[in-house]
Nanobody, 113 residues
């Protein structure tokens, strides 16, 4: 079964940028290429929400984008013009695994001055 490891989070000032890698294991490059992988986030006290992928959250449109390196089995979330309300734990996942409740450890992004 495919598994994902997210990283690249940290503390960033408002207006700053971060690039989060999501590395897949347990799958071939060919299979990875065929996967639809989304980015989700969960802020304290809030439900997890889909941020980017099959759809983009309105609040991140024009600021967040996804790209992938299939040779490295890695998906990236590029986040620009970060705002304090973007503070959350960020996860990558397929819809299938998300429905099953299978998640990685995520990576914490904190936007604060």
């Amino acid at each position: 079964q495919v598994q994902f490891v997210e990283s690249g989070g940290g503390l960033v000032q408002p207006g700053g940028s971060l690039r989060l890698p999501c590395v897949a294991s347990g799958t071939s490059r060919v299979a990875f290429n065929a996967l639809t992988i989304n980015w989700y986030r969960q802020a304290p006290g809030k439900q997890r929400e889909l941020v980017a992928g099959t759809n983009y959250l309105d609040s991140v449109k024009g600021r967040f984008s996804i790209d992938r390196d299939n040779a490295k089995k890695t998906l990236y979330l590029q986040m620009n013009s970060l705002k304090p309300e973007d503070t959350a734990v960020y996860y990558c996942n397929t819809v299938t695994l998300a429905v099953r409740g299978t998640w990685g450890q995520g990576t914490q992004v904190t936007v604060s001055s």
